[in-house]
């Protein structure tokens, strides 16, 4: 079974860009999570969707975003990026995650640089 | 503000030693997960502690959690290079996020 796989797995933008990251979940997987991982703050929750809706978000600005496909697939979006938006972005898919029971597999992650 | 905070933060050690990482908070969760992530790699998912007081092992790694759900500890035996990485606390309070600790970085030196 093929693991989450996360592109690209590098990106370079400059300030004032927008930028989409993609995730494919394990299959059968219908819960996505995405998270930003950076030196200073560790691993922050971004959001989370199942069935192509958005179930949980974290504490982060409008300007991130994502979605859902039919297909489990997620994307991503930060729009007018900023040099702190610089980090390594993680996915987690999971078969649901209900309480108790939220066991995450974890993309390699797209490393987003800010210049 | 930081639910979950792991101590020590850094360790450098020698083959062969042991250790302990520690993962506390004062909020209650309905599990506890502990992870290793690797240079250019996402997490991997080590082990899950559900019940309070519960020790699981992993060859040679001991994981408890805490009797009142509110902390776990992570025990290495005779570390070995291979256990080098980073090492990531995560408490499922059961809405549908998992909280991360401020992490562990393990260096094992031969």
């Known amino acids: 079974k093929a693991g989450v796989t996360q592109t690209p797995r590098y990106l370079i933008k400059t300030r004032g860009q927008q930028v989409t990251l993609s995730c494919s979940p394990i299959s059968g997987h219908r819960s996505v999570s995405w998270y930003q991982q950076t030196p200073g703050q560790g691993l922050q929750f971004l959001f989370e969707?199942?069935?192509?809706?958005?179930?949980n978000k974290g504490n982060f600005p409008g300007r991130f975003s994502g979605r859902q496909f039919s297909n489990s697939r997620s994307e991503m979006n930060v729009s007018t990026l900023e040099l702190g938006d610089s980090a390594l972005y993680l996915c987690?898919?999971?078969?649901?995650?209900?309480?108790?029971?939220?066991?995450?597999?974890f993309g390699a992650g797209t490393r987003l640089s800010v210049l | 503000t930081q639910l979950l905070e792991q101590s020590p933060q850094f360790l450098s050690i020698q083959e062969g030693e042991n250790l302990t990482v520690y993962c506390n908070s004062s909020s209650v969760f309905s599990s506890l997960q502990w992870y290793r992530q690797e240079p250019g790699e996402g997490p991997v998912l080590l082990v899950t502690?559900?019940?309070?007081?519960e020790v699981k092992k992993l060859k040679r790694l001991t994981f408890q959690f805490g009797d009142a759900r509110k902390d776990s500890s992570l025990h290495i035996t005779a570390a070995q290079p291979g256990d080098t990485g980073l090492y990531l606390c995560?408490?499922?309070?059961?809405?549908?996020?998992?909280?991360f600790g401020t992490g562990t970085r393990l260096l094992v030196s031969p």
């Open positions: 987690a898919s999971s078969l649901d995650a209900a309480r108790g029971k939220n066991i995450q597999y």
């Open positions: 502690v559900v019940t309070g007081g």
């Open positions: 969707y199942f069935s192509e809706t958005q179930r």
């Open positions: 995560a408490g499922d309070r059961g809405f549908q996020k998992l909280v």
